[in-house]
Nanobody
Framework: QVQLVESGGGLVQAGGSLRLSCAAS????????MGWFRQAPGEDREFVAA????????DYADAVKVRFTISRDNAKNTVYLQMNSPKPEDTGVYYC???????????????????WGQGTKVTVSS
């Protein structure tokens, strides 16, 4: 199982930008479809974005399309989430996730999540 560690969370003003990173352990990072999920206070965890093993295929929740960009660097075992023009409703704990079975970004989590990170908190002020 891959181990995931997120970083980059913090306080950001609405309309600013923030980049989250997720570093993975092990030599099999490029065999996982990777994704970001988030959980706002009192809410269920929800899908944000996913990227295929090669990085050639991405998928986004409607709420973040155009504003957020997911990318990965397989040489560095890292996946990123660039958050541009965040809104207060983007506030929450952001979790990195790895899916061993999905072959397309759109299938992220359908067969279950292989590993979760511990989460990084993002607060967007208005």
């Amino acid at each position: 199982q891959v181990q995931l560690v997120e970083s980059g969370g913090g306080l950001v003003q609405a309309g600013g930008s923030l980049r989250l990173s997720c570093a993975a352990s092990g030599r099999t990072f490029n065999t996982y479809t990777m994704g970001w999920f988030r959980q706002a206070p009192g809410e269920d965890r929800e899908f944000v974005a996913a990227i295929s093993r090669s990085g050639g295929d991405t998928d986004y929740a409607d709420a973040v399309k155009v504003r957020f960009t997911i990318s990965r660097d397989n040489a560095k075992n890292t996946v990123y989430l660039q958050m541009n023009s965040p809104k207060p409703e983007d506030t929450g704990v952001y979790y990195c996730a790895a899916d061993k079975w999905a072959t397309k970004a759109q299938d992220m989590g359908v067969g279950g999540i292989s590993s979760w990170g511990q989460g990084t908190k993002v607060t967007v002020s208005s």
